[in-house]
């Protein structure tokens, strides 16, 4: 971790230099990382809050970082509750994580205060505020994910394991991160964390703005470095707004990164550097590619610094300091093997010294008895010229039991009447018979005006 090992977020904004020259931006709200080392919109972190469990729900991402910086190395275990948490799940995560106490700035249900010691308000505003910080415990942060029930899994980090792939920087270069992820998510609270810990500035998108509003203000504010998903780049892409940007470096993570988002985000920016990194809220930050191709060098495997890779059952597994602990809850599976490596789940294949990214082992189409990626698909069908983005899903079919088919968002709507668009469907299907397996293709190309994608920045995937 950077500035030699602090033992909390407040710790390194202490010891960072040039505190002021560096901002946190908000949609309505902005203060420098020392106004905010320095403040409190807790009124202070008290007897209350001291190694007590505490849920973190907030609307606003800019109060969530101020009040991160105030309860790290003082509440025993943080959980990040993302925005979109389905309230009827708030009950199940406060009792899994032994919540004492709720710090947030909206309504809490009255189903959970019966749960919980008190609710602590956060104040709209960062008030000054001395407060003695003499006095630190390691923090658990406790981030939420996905559960196969419909309900989130509680996953435990550190500080430690969360700024594990974080590098020292040169402060002289001023840098300003932005990201398009929620910093209460593993892909946002990484760029927080690099902006907080190396003395970056950080614009974040507000939690009602509109992507052509952010992507004005990100570049009003001279955004240098910038984050997302494959599908948050497609519909920044899509965007008018696209160019009110001009980033020195481009970074995807959360979803495969096929060559045709690459090569467009090249295209747009060719001032940029673009790259992708390999990451799960369970496995940690395990690589980036730097070498605008999709995939991974096969060589980065048993040589990639303080992470081991290995490839068991075409299949990614990681062991590093920088994956997650465990996770929360008595019925918990664990969440790494005897040899200390998570399962990704993430299915690779070999081709040429390379490994690529084919589709999650938990996510195939079956036809016929033969599996089918759907981000396989997506990929050749988002590498032709007239698409934007894709996503491919099943159809129960009475023969072979499930077949293919591929919803698509189009670069440039066709004329009705004209016969566009059954040419262009006919184009698309020929492209992906002379690159897919026959089983692979889809049997229907249904062009729509956009795709669902979820508040983690991923596309929203039906169950097969």
């Not at 959980?79 to 700035?105: G, K, W």
């Not at 096929?258 to 790259?275: E, F, G, N, S």
């Not at 490596?341 to 036809?367: C, H, K, M, P, S």
Request: aromatic share 6%; charged share 20%.
């Amino acid at each position: 971790m950077p500035r030699n090992n602090p033992t909390s977020l407040w710790e390194s904004l202490a010891t960072t230099g040039n505190l002021c020259a560096r901002v946190l931006v908000g949609a309505d709200a902005s203060a420098s990382w020392g106004e905010l080392a320095a403040g409190s919109v807790l009124g202070g972190p008290g007897s209350q809050l001291q190694g007590r469990s505490v849920l973190l729900a907030t609307i606003d991402q800019f109060t969530a970082i101020a009040a991160l910086i105030e309860l790290d190395g003082v509440a025993r275990r943080i959980v990040l509750c993302p925005p979109d948490l389905p309230l009827e799940h708030l009950a199940f995560v406060a009792d899994t994580a032994v919540v004492d106490l709720i710090v947030s700035d909206r309504d809490v249900p009255e189903s959970i205060r019966s749960r919980i010691e008190s609710i602590v308000p956060l104040s709209v505003e960062i008030l000054p505020k001395v407060f003695d910080r003499s006095s630190q415990i390691e923090t658990e942060w406790i981030l939420l994910t996905s559960g196969t029930t419909g309900l989130p899994k509680l996953v435990v980090h550190t500080l430690a394991s969360l700024a594990g792939a974080i590098e020292h920087r040169d402060p002289s270069f001023p840098v300003v991160w932005s990201t398009f992820y929620d910093i209460r998510r593993y892909g946002g609270l990484q760029i927080f964390l690099r902006a907080a810990l190396t003395g970056a500035s950080l614009v974040l998108k507000g939690a009602q703005e509109s992507l052509g509003d952010f992507l004005a203000r990100a570049g009003a504010n001279k955004v240098t470095h910038i984050s997302g998903t494959p599908s948050h780049w497609r519909r920044a892409l899509m965007s008018s707004s696209a160019g009110l940007i001009s980033p020195e470096y481009v970074r995807l993570s959360g979803e495969i990164s096929d060559q045709a988002i690459l090569t467009h985000l090249q295209q747009q920016y060719p001032q940029a550097k673009v790259a992708h990194a390999f990451a799960s809220t369970e496995a940690g930050v395990a690589f980036v590619v730097n070498d605008g191709s999709m995939g991974f060098p096969a060589e980065m495997v048993g040589n990639t610094p303080n992470v081991e890779m290995k490839v068991e059952g075409f299949t990614l597994r990681i062991r590093s300091n920088r994956t997650a602990s465990r996770y929360l809850g008595e019925d918990s599976r664990p969440l790494r093997d005897e040899d200390g490596f998570v399962n990704t789940g993430d299915a690779l294949e070999l081709r040429d010294g390379r490994f690529y990214f084919v589709g999650r082992q938990d996510g195939t189409i079956n036809v016929g008895g033969l599996k089918v990626h759907p981000e396989e698909v997506e990929a050749v069908i988002n590498r032709h010229p007239g698409v934007s983005m894709s996503l491919v899903r099943t159809k129960k079919s009475p023969i072979t039991g499930a077949l293919v088919v591929a919803d698509v968002v189009l670069q440039t709507a066709p004329q009705p009447g004209d016969g566009g668009a059954q040419s262009l469907q006919n184009d698309i299907l020929h492209f992906c018979r002379g690159e897919l397996a026959r089983h692979k293709v889809p049997v229907t190309i249904n062009f729509v005006p956009s795709l669902p994608v979820a508040e983690s920045g991923k596309l929203v995937r039906p169950h097969a």
